[in-house]
């Protein structure tokens, strides 16, 4: 049972590019979440996700994308990398989306924005 | 708008002492009080919760939790510190009709031989 699956686990990128991460589950999970953590700040909700085909804004979005074309899968992407941008990202996914579910998180993508 | 303060961003104990990890909430409705764990270059990972009923919550590990509605707080301890709690330890807090599970800064715990 492999959980919660990011790609890649590490990148470096120059500002300007693009990236995708991808997220899988194999959980069968209907709601996924993309967090960024950076020191002293805790998690910060990017996007999240209420079932596939479907995506919303968390806290701090701009600047990323996201797709949710199969329930498994949920993608973040950055369509012009800045330097802000350098941080941990995890994906998480939750069986419900009421506030007693706990969380399933991946492994997490080391991103450098150079 | 609700909202976790974990004190201290790093503590230290050695080995076999007690460990104590503090965590304030604020929230306008009864809350589900969580606490995460994360190891070195790994994603975080359930230690308890507290949902409804009993307010000391039991977790992995040997930690547990208890729920003080009076002081609004959730504080994480173990008797007895092992190296392996070495970690960074979230506290998180979130509510019924809602997802958005919001985090603390996390308190990084070190454990001295």
């Known amino acids: 049972n492999a959980g919660v699956t990011q790609t890649p686990k590490f990148r470096v990128l120059k500002t300007g590019q693009s990236m995708t991460l991808l997220c899988a589950q194999d959980?069968?999970?209907?709601?996924m979440y993309w967090y960024r953590q950076d020191p002293g700040m805790g998690l910060r909700l990017i996007h999240y996700s209420v079932g596939e085909g479907t995506t919303a804004k968390g806290e701090v979005p701009d600047g990323y994308n996201v797709s949710r074309l199969k329930k498994q899968n949920f993608l973040l992407g950055l369509e012009s990398a800045a330097p802000s941008q350098t941080s941990v990202y995890f994906c998480?996914?939750?069986?419900?989306?009421?506030?007693?579910?706990?969380?399933?998180f991946g492994q997490g993508t080391r991103l450098t924005v150079v | 708008a609700q909202s976790v303060t974990q004190l201290g961003s790093h503590v230290s104990v050695s080995e076999g002492a007690l460990v104590l990890l503090r965590c304030n909430y604020s929230?306008?409705?009864?809350?589900?009080l969580f606490w995460y764990v994360q190891y070195p270059n790994q994603g975080l990972q359930l230690l308890l919760k507290y949902t409804t009923g009993a307010t000391l919550v039991k977790g992995i590990n040997g930690f547990e939790a208890e729920f003080k509605k009076s002081e609004t707080s959730f504080h994480l301890t173990k008797p007895s510190a092992h190296m392996s709690d070495a970690a960074e330890y979230f506290c998180a807090v979130s509510n019924t009709g809602g997802f958005k599970t919001i985090f603390g800064a996390g308190t990084r715990l070190f454990v001295k031989a």
């Open positions: 959980m069968n999970h209907e709601y």
């Open positions: 998480a996914s939750s069986l419900r989306g009421q506030g007693d579910t706990e969380a399933f």
């Open positions: 929230s306008s409705v009864p809350p589900y």
